[in-house]
């Protein structure tokens, strides 16, 4: 490798949070995009999948959390209490992060099971969810002020309420679907630059404006700007990719819950 070559790697430190256990409804998709497309826009990522037990990387640009089951969530809420501060320094920090379902639960105060079983969360987010018997489940387009329309598809007994500590709603349902607990119109939470959201699907292959969001504000946290380098020949993938996107959106947002 030439000189040139290494002072030009641009590496992205990725934590794919709990994939063992926290990781249905294709949420491993959301780490695979954002591993193509941060290659596309000319950095390197650097995937680390953590699990229980394992150590903590050194550097972390973004974290990437999934779903869960409940008995999922109850399996990685110790060893999450263990990385409690760091995530929560991480975050104050501007480190972005992407929670779906599961884990947007765990992040917040505290998720009560349907059976009853309390899990506390991490508090990074001011938000605290109750199961109930009736799953909510099905297609979902949002709103977003930072992304625009985001399309996904939620399941999960859990019902989440946003407090008010700088915590905000992360989108609003408009139409059908769910949201946070089908009461008022919320979907998610953000704070810093930290998201929660019930949105599986994948989420990130549908929605690149997301992906991107996520990888630049990455790119900044550590470089300080994004500044994609994509050859022609990467740019004409990152079309296709978005083409193809588009087409996934129309399809799935006009799909029957
Ligand atoms: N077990 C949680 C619930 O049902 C989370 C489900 C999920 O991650 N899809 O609310």
Known sequence: MTRTTQTNT?????VSLYPKDMNIYGDTGNVKTVELRARLYGYEPRIHAYNVGDAWPEQVDLVL????????QAVISDDLFARADTLRQLAADGVPMLLICGLYQLFGEYFETHE???LPGIHVLGVHTVGQDTR?????VEKTEQCGAIVGYENHSGQTIVHDDGTQPWARVENEGTGNNGSDFTEGARKYNVIGTYMHGSVLPKNPQLSDFLIRTAAEHRYGTFEPTSTAEQKVQLDKLNALAQAAFDVASTRPR
Do not use: A, E, P, T
């Not at 641009?10 to 990725?14: A, K």
């Not at 959390?65 to 999922?72: A, E, L, M, R």
């Not at 909510?136 to 979902?140: E, P, R, S, V, W």
């Open 116 to 118: 009853g079983q309390r």
């Open 10 to 14: 641009r590496v992205l430190d990725i």
């Open 136 to 140: 909510m489940i099905g297609n979902l």
């Open 65 to 72: 959390g999934g779903g869960g089951q409940d008995k999922g």
